[in-house]
Structures are given as structure tokens and as C-alpha cells.
């Protein structure tokens, strides 16, 4: 038991803390600071939260990063090749949503703008930019995934991963469609490296590709 908890318990302890903080936490304070500051508390506090509990582990995944994989050529090339094929993957998703399944395109884009216009734009790209891959990667790749020493478990905890990472983001059920793109090209990409920091990256890329399209009026 004692084993099992100095294994597990910090990785299960955010993945509580996550969904506690951001349902629990943002339905208190929500009705007093508006939905969209709420939203941004929410993901400071577990920022916060991501850097006390795994310090330790992110300093050495990010001395991995800047030691090793950002010397490499072929690192650079897998990550903006990897970034490519999802974002054509989400063009596509969306010209398919748009031409014959608009149910699939997703409320939460209409969130992000809604936090754009009321939280200053500096901040609110800061929350999707930086807070949210640093806090989801964290909860979703390394707490869920980890480094697992079988095949099977590794395949078993890579789907629990995706479906948890999209269901987060969705309001409606066929949203789920559309988030599968990116849960699962993150997920890959993390078991690939076996670097959370890398794809914190990733993460980090998609969503500014993202905040670039939205302000620019794209989506």
C-alpha cells in the first residue's frame, strides 16, 4: 500500500484536484467574478498547484528537453511535422463539420472567445497558452500515462487518456469528434518522447495556432 501511494498518490491527487478545482471550485466563485474571470482563477490556482506538486518532475523533464531534445534536429522536424498533420486534421474536421456535421463543431470555441472579450486578451492567451498545456499535459499524459513497463498497460492508459483529455474539453456529445484530432495526436506524441515537457510544446503550438485563428476572426 505504502508502495502504491508513493507511486500513485500525486498523479491521482491532481487528476482529483483538476476536477474538483475546475467544476467545484469555478461553480463557487463563478456567480460572484463572472464565468470567464472564474475560468482564469481556476487555471492559476492549478498551475500553481501542477508546479508545487511536480516540481521535481518537471525539472528534470524540461533538463531532458533542453539538454537532449532541443539540440537534436530530428526533435524539431518530429514536432513540427507532428503539428502540421494536426492542424490539416482539424481543417478537415471542420470542413466536414461545416459542410455535412455541424453538430461536432464545439461550444467551447464560442468560450474561448467569450473569455477573450472579457478577460484581457494578454491574459487570456496567457490561460490557453501556457497555463492550460503546462496543467492538462501534467494531468492527462504524464499523471494518466506515465512511463508504463508493458505494452498492454501502455495501450490500456493511452485510450483512458484520450477519452478523459476530450471529454474535458466537450459540451455536447458529438463535440467528441472533434477533439479526438488533437487528444490523440498529443497522446502519441507524449508516449513518443516520453517527455511530458515535449508535449507541453505541442500542446503550447496547437493552442496558439488556435488564438491566432480566433482573433483573427478564422473561426
Known amino acids: 500500500m505504502n508502495s ?15 476536477y474538483t478545482i475546475n467544476f467545484e471550485l469555478w461553480e463557487m466563485i463563478a456567480p460572484i467574478i463572472s464565468g470567464e474571470w472564474a475560468s482564469f482563477v481556476v487555471y492559476i490556482l492549478l498551475f500553481v498547484i501542477v508546479l508545487l506538486f511536480f516540481r521535481r518532475e518537471l525539472r528534470g523533464a524540461w533538463h531532458e528537453i533542453v539538454t537532449s531534445k532541443l ?13 502540421a498533420i494536426d492542424l490539416a486534421l482539424i481543417m478537415l474536421v471542420v470542413w466536414l463539420a461545416s459542410t455535412y456535421w455541424p453538430a461536432i463543431m464545439p461550444a467551447n470555441n464560442e468560450n474561448v ?25 501534467t494531468v492527462f499524459r504524464y499523471s494518466i500515462i506515465g512511463v ?6 501502455l495501450l ?5 487518456s484520450i477519452v478523459m483529455f476530450d471529454c474535458i474539453h466537450i459540451v455536447a456529445p458529438l463535440e467528441f469528434f472533434y477533439y479526438l484530432v488533437p487528444a490523440v495526436v498529443l497522446t502519441l ?12 510544446l505541442l500542446h503550447s503550438s496547437i493552442n496558439v495556432v488556435g488564438y491566432v485563428a480566433l482573433l483573427s476572426g478564422l473561426l
Open 148 to 153: 508504463p513497463e508493458c505494452k498492454s498497460k
Open 156 to 160: 490500456i492508459l493511452t485510450m483512458v
Open 189 to 200: 506524441f507524449y508516449n513518443w518522447n516520453k517527455n511530458v515537457v515535449a508535449s507541453m
Open 4 to 18: 502504491f501511494i508513493k507511486k500513485y498518490g500525486k498523479r491521482l491527487g491532481i487528476i482529483i484536484l483538476f
Open 113 to 137: 472567445k467569450n473569455q477573450l472579450n472579457s478577460v484581457p486578451v494578454i491574459l487570456g492567451v496567457i490561460q490557453g497558452c501556457v497555463f492550460a498545456p503546462v496543467i492538462e499535459e
Open 71 to 83: 539540440k537534436d534536429k530530428r526533435f524539431y522536424m518530429k514536432w513540427l511535422i507532428v503539428l
